[in-house]
């Protein structure tokens, strides 16, 4: 099976991982934190110690913003990969 998911910009980046200092600054520290929050290992450490509520809340809080700003291919094609 091929390989859909990229996760180039945590293996080059170099930079501080510093929020509030400018906007280019904020978006790569977004970036790195969600790259390296995905990780596997952290993930299988993380999830069984979430409630239930607290999964629902990382999912709806996903699906609000994946709804807000991209159409309906922009999801499939950037999201899910699928088309």
């Known amino acids: ?8 910009f945590i293996q080059e980046y ?3 991982a510093a929020f509030g200092m400018d906007r280019a600054s904020d978006e790569e520290t977004i970036m790195f934190y969600l790259q390296k929050f ?10 069984p110690r979430l409630s239930d509520q ?3 809340d990382i999912y709806d809080w996903v699906n609000t913003y994946l709804k807000k700003h991209f159409s309906e291919d922009e999801y499939h094609r950037l999201f899910l990969k699928d088309r």
């Open 1 to 8: 099976m091929k390989k859909k998911d990229t996760h180039k």
């Open 14 to 16: 170099d930079g501080i």
């Open 38 to 47: 995905s990780e596997d290992a952290f993930m299988k450490a993380l999830l």
């Open 54 to 56: 607290e999964l629902e």
